[in-house]
């Protein structure tokens, strides 16, 4: 014991301040689990420029740990990185990399576990199975961190950043790459995602359920495997993302499962297969968003009811609307539809005769998919002329009698 506390000794300098002391400590094997163990409540531990092999350090006081120049944890593909197990930890400015690989533990590079008030801020995470993971934690910030895992299939990967029965967590300008997931909520109350990056992803940039009075803004989500999913939630508010590249035959820039309450406005839906899925979907408020170049724009199951879809822009894709029923109950209005024929003879701004945006091969293609090999034959133009004249089959009720002649320019 006695030669353990001199090698501490020799290995930090600590100095002390009104708010905790200050320590510096130099790269050895084990020091930063030493160190830890050996520092005050409140203390701050400034870790210099170095690499530091060590894994499975865990943090039971409230501790701000600081690299400086970017130290190098390597946790060897052993366990963790860092356990934080204490409310008001704060880990900033680390490079950690091989986190361990296991099928029945999810191990992270860091975990924050029954405690509040963390903050993981300016860190990189290179190589890890789970990147950041907070378990029942509230108050808490992750900020300004680069997540990139080698995740090559769902089954052998977790998830970028994982938040499990948390609130009141502020998710910031993260970059997160290689995952099966970018962001996963499960169980989040009150939290906000804002200017994060999630893009090549296996699974899902953006993936939660059952959570709820959540806030998702400035986003870009981009090339993930099936794009972006949110479910079995209320309440949630999707403003000015981007949901861009998402193509596979079950690719959606964004699906939607079962969410009441909601509002999606200034997102852009570009070069998705579906932009915009919705299924068992109530009275959401779709306002203000932009879809372009898509498959479909938007395909909106019969079960989704009681929604306004308002001032969007529809551009350049292949078809603007689908739908699996004959009845609509929602409301479209003051959409921009570059496929509308019509005409504006006060005008006004405003076309003088509505628009159906479900045509009778989309129609078709949602009944036989192999259809779509007669995508641009003149049969096809003839059967959708005869259907827009006289409806037969697609939704009569489903048009926006207040179509935009042009483009809606948004500030």
Same mark, same amino acid.
Request: net charge negative; aromatic share 12%.
């Given at each position: ?20 002391? *200050? ?25 210099? /420029? ?30 963790? +990185? ?7 930890? *704060?880990?900033?400015?680390? %490079? ?20 509040? @008030? ?6 990189? %995470? ?11 934690? *509230? ?22 950043? =994982?938040?499990? &029965? ?7 300008? $993260?970059?997160? #790459?290689?995952?099966?997931?970018? +962001?996963? !909520? ?6 906000? +995602?804002?200017?994060?990056?999630? @893009? ?6 953006? =993936?939660?359920?059952?959570? $709820? ?6 986003? #870009? !989500? ?46 852009? !839906? ?26 479909? /724009? ?32 929602? $409301? &479209? =209005? =003051?959409? &921009? ?45 003839? %059967? $959708? ?27």
């Amino acid at each position: 014991m006695k030669g353990t506390f001199l090698v501490f000794l020799t290995m930090i300098a600590a100095f002390s301040t009104a708010e905790g002391r *200050t320590i510096h400590v130099l790269p050895k094997p084990g020091i930063l689990q030493l160190t830890i163990n050996n520092a005050l409540p409140h203390d701050t531990i400034f870790v210099k /420029a170095g690499s530091y092999p060590e894994s499975d350090i865990e943090i039971l006081k409230p501790l701000t740990l600081i690299g400086l120049d970017m130290p190098v944890i390597d946790g060897g593909h052993k366990g963790e +990185i860092f356990r934080i197990l204490s409310d008001s930890v *704060t880990i900033r400015g680390f %490079l950690m990399q091989n986190v361990g690989y296991s099928f029945t533990q999810d191990w992270a590079g860091i975990r924050v576990e029954e405690s509040d @008030y963390a903050t993981i801020e300016g860190n990189t %995470l290179l190589d890890a199975y789970f990147g950041i993971y907070l378990k029942k934690a *509230t108050y808490s910030t992750v900020q300004n961190n680069v997540i990139k895992g080698k995740a090559t299939n769902e089954v052998n990967s977790g998830n970028g950043i =994982h938040l499990w &029965y948390c609130s009141n967590v502020l998710i910031k300008g $993260n970059e997160v #790459t290689g995952h099966r997931d970018g +962001i996963y !909520f499960e169980f989040v109350e009150d939290s906000k +995602i804002i200017n994060n990056n999630s @893009y090549g992803n296996v699974r899902y940039g953006l =993936h939660f359920m059952f959570s $709820n009075k959540d806030d998702y803004i400035g986003n #870009t !989500f981009r090339d993930n495997g099936t794009g972006v999913a949110v479910m079995y939630s209320d309440h949630i508010i999707m403003k000015n993302n981007q949901f861009l590249d998402n193509w596979g035959t079950t690719s959606y820039g964004l699906l939607f499962k079962d969410i009441r309450d909601g509002e999606l406005s200034g997102n852009k !839906f570009t070069n998705n297969t579906v932009g915009l899925f919705s299924d068992g979907c109530n009275r959401l408020k779709i306002l203000n968003n932009e879809f372009k170049n898509n498959g479909w /724009a938007m395909n909106i199951f019969a079960n989704s009811m009681d929604n306004e879809f308002a001032h969007n822009n529809f551009i350049g894709n292949s078809f603007d609307l689908i739908t699996n029923s004959a009845q609509s109950t929602n $409301n &479209y =209005h =003051h959409n &921009y539809w570059d496929q509308y024929t019509g005409y504006d003879l006060d005008k006004d701004g405003v076309g003088d005769v509505p628009h159906r945006p479900v045509k009778l091969f989309s129609y078709l293609i949602g009944k036989v998919p192999e259809s779509i090999i007669l995508m641009r034959s003149f049969f096809i133009d003839m %059967l $959708n002329i005869a259907e827009k004249v006289t409806p037969i089959f697609t939704p009569q009720s489903l048009m926006d009698e207040q179509p935009f002649m042009k483009q809606i320019i948004y500030d």
